[in-house]
């Protein structure tokens, strides 16, 4: 079972429209990070967000922490094919050491 | 430019042997991880250490061990490497701090035949 739970697992959409990529778990986390990861490569951080209810805008990405801190969503308006990608988020938890990644969202933008 | 680096993109192994995977990291970062990536299933933490020989158990150890004698390089080893430890590996470094930012090495993609 994961900690930090992520849906669509995949999601295939034409560019220009907009989506959304969510982040739930049943604990409670201090600061969730959102990456993306392109083929072939590690997982590159997008934001992190700390403060529970906290919105965070990265051009056409808008991150958003819930209140209680135990999940956040990933929205992206007008989607380009750029922005295709492995999107996944992260929490500390324990002692902040540990760092515990989602299951991940496949997103493929079609041109 | 800050740098993770894995020492072998691709490798290829048979059942049995032990298998050791380098990982080198090069801002002076505390933390080091071990994450195994499959299809669906995101990253998985297999160890972590936060400091020289210092090293906790991730969420799936089993069949793992790491080594850490030196602050910028953490190892992962397959004491009997087996084939569903066919993988893709990530090795990750991040400061101290719950809010910093981790960087990833490009992994490390191992097939166990």
């Known amino acids: 079972t994961q900690l930090l739970e992520q849906s669509p697992q995949f999601l295939s959409i034409q560019e220009g429209e907009n989506l959304t990529v969510y982040c739930n778990s049943s604990?409670?986390?201090?600061?969730l990070q959102w990456y993306r990861q392109e083929p072939g490569e590690g997982p590159v951080l997008l934001v992190t967000?700390?403060?529970?209810?906290e919105v965070k805008k990265l051009k056409r990405l808008t991150f958003q922490f819930g209140d209680a801190r135990k999940d956040s969503s990933l929205h992206i308006t007008a989607a380009q094919p750029g922005d295709t990608g492995l999107y996944l988020c992260?929490?500390?938890?324990?002692?902040?050491?540990?760092?515990?990644f989602g299951s991940g969202t496949q997103l493929t933008v079609l041109p | 430019d800050v740098k993770v680096t894995q020492s072998s993109r691709y490798l290829v192994k048979r059942t049995g042997e032990k298998v050791f995977l380098e990982c080198v990291q090069d801002?002076?970062?505390?933390?080091m991880f071990w994450y195994r990536q499959d299809p669906g299933l995101g990253l998985r933490l297999i160890y972590f250490?936060?400091?020289?020989?210092?090293?906790e158990k991730g969420d799936i150890p089993e069949g793992y061990s790491v080594s850490r004698e030196k602050k910028e390089r953490f190892s992962l080893i397959l004491e009997s490497a087996s084939t569903n430890q066919t993988s893709m590996y990530l090795c990750?470094?991040?400061?101290?701090?719950?809010?910093?930012?981790?960087?990833f090495g490009q992994g490390t993609r191992l097939t166990v035949v």
């Open positions: 990750a470094s991040k400061n101290r701090g719950q809010n910093t930012e981790a960087f």
């Open positions: 604990s409670v986390f201090s600061s």
């Open positions: 967000v700390v403060t529970g209810g």
């Open positions: 992260a929490g500390a938890r324990g002692s902040a050491r540990q760092l515990t």
């Open positions: 801002m002076d970062h505390e933390n």
């Open positions: 250490s936060y400091d020289v020989k210092m090293k």
